[in-house]
């Protein structure tokens, strides 16, 4: 269906739209200083689960390491070296190369000798199992 408008050209204001588009916030785009890791975790009876995103990065460049309830995931993201051609230049670069790393708390320590790892897709998976022993108890209060 067609819909007929009306145009008053009395109706716009040019000093209005000048100051308005100043008002508006500039768009201004700053490169990010390290690449970041984003991690899901979840918990299941005995154990942690988590999967941490860390695209483009080599398995012999990431670090985990597990001290008593922290865990500390790190990784060095490397660029390739480009070899530009007569007349190439870059018009816009967005894929970062830096050091990343990330590290949380978890409620209860984590047993070091039974944690698996594995890295694929850019994906890496820990199973991180709890320590034996390690079950609150509530205290009463009198």
Same mark, same amino acid.
């Given at each position: 269906?067609?819909?007929?408008?009306?145009?008053?050209?009395f109706?716009?204001d040019?000093?209005?739209?000048?100051?308005r588009s100043?008002?508006?916030?500039w768009?201004?785009?700053?490169?990010?200083?390290a690449?970041?890791?984003?991690?899901?975790?979840?918990?299941?009876?005995?154990?942690?689960?988590?999967?941490? $995103?860390?695209?483009g990065?080599?398995?012999?460049?990431?670090?985990?390491? =597990? @001290?008593?309830?922290? *865990?500390t995931i %790190?990784?060095e993201?490397?660029s390739?070296?480009e070899?530009?051609?007569?007349?190439?230049r870059?018009?816009?670069?967005e894929?970062? $190369?830096?050091?990343?790393?990330?590290?949380?708390?978890l409620?209860?320590? =984590? @047993?070091?000798?039974? *944690?698996?790892? %594995?890295?694929?897709?850019g994906?890496?998976?820990?199973?991180?199992?709890?320590?034996?022993?390690?079950?609150?108890?509530?205290?009463a209060?009198?």
């Amino acid at each position: 269906m067609n819909e007929l408008r009306t145009l008053d050209p009395f109706a716009l204001d040019p000093f209005d739209d000048t100051f308005r588009s100043l008002m508006r916030p500039w768009r201004f785009e700053m490169q990010e200083t390290a690449p970041r890791i984003k991690i899901d975790l979840s918990e299941q009876d005995g154990s942690y689960a988590v999967k941490a $995103e860390i695209p483009g990065v080599k398995k012999e460049d990431i670090d985990v390491r =597990v @001290d008593g309830n922290t *865990v500390t995931i %790190s990784a060095e993201v490397k660029s390739e070296k480009e070899e530009k051609g007569n007349g190439d230049r870059v018009l816009r670069r967005e894929r970062q $190369e830096g050091y990343a790393s990330r590290s949380f708390t978890l409620a209860c320590p =984590v @047993d070091e000798g039974k *944690v698996e790892a %594995s890295y694929k897709d850019g994906i890496l998976a820990l199973t991180l199992p709890k320590k034996a022993g390690t079950s609150s108890k509530r205290i009463a209060i009198q």
